[in-house]
């Protein structure tokens, strides 16, 4: 992964930085939900937490984005199954809304070094640099702000009321 746009010396630090995030909301949410029987978002910080302290192990001059990939689907995976059991809709979208679009990018920039064999910086690195940073920001802040700050539950449900009309319509 050294070929990137940001070095991996910053890259280290934005990493440390996500981490220390999802760590402070995993204990944000645990203090907040002391004295509340509903524990949702604890299981949902703590998944994200455990998750993306995995990175502390991995050595970022080896990793490949195949390898971030996997780590991001077995992620979503957890959330899927906690969104199950453990009914959350706002918080579960848009961590799983942040955790597609990174496993996405992920693939996409695999595709792109290691089987097309693109070695040259070129618009779609910058995209990613940008979205896989936006997307952990997003991620961190669904769980201190609690709102549905970008719509994406109202549109989801919007969609899916579509969709359900479609197929009773038609």
């Known amino acids: ?25 995993f204990l944000y949410s645990l203090t907040t939900s002391i004295n509340n029987s509903a524990k949702q978002v604890v299981w949902l910080s703590l ?4 998750s993306y302290c995995f990175s502390f192990f991995v050595d970022i001059y080896d990793i490949t984005y195949i390898e971030l990939f996997c780590y991001d689907v077995v992620t979503l995976f957890f959330i899927f199954f906690l969104r199950y059991y453990l009914p ?13 679009i990174n496993s996405l990018l992920f693939l996409a920039m695999h595709i792109d070094v290691f089987v097309r064999g693109n070695y040259e910086p070129w618009w779609f690195w910058s995209v990613y640099t940008v979205v896989i940073n ?27 009321g579509f969709i359900m009309r479609a197929k009773l319509g038609g």
């Open 1 to 25: 992964m050294n070929n990137v746009l940001i070095p991996p010396e910053v890259s280290v630090y934005i990493g440390v930085l996500v981490q220390w995030g999802f760590l402070m909301a």
């Open 47 to 50: 998944v994200m937490a455990i």
């Open 88 to 100: 959350e809709k706002r918080i579960s979208t848009y961590l799983l809304f942040g955790l597609s």
């Open 134 to 160: 936006m997307m952990d920001i997003i991620m961190i802040s669904i769980f201190f702000i609690k709102k549905d700050f970008l719509r994406l539950v109202h549109v989801m449900d919007k969609l899916a």
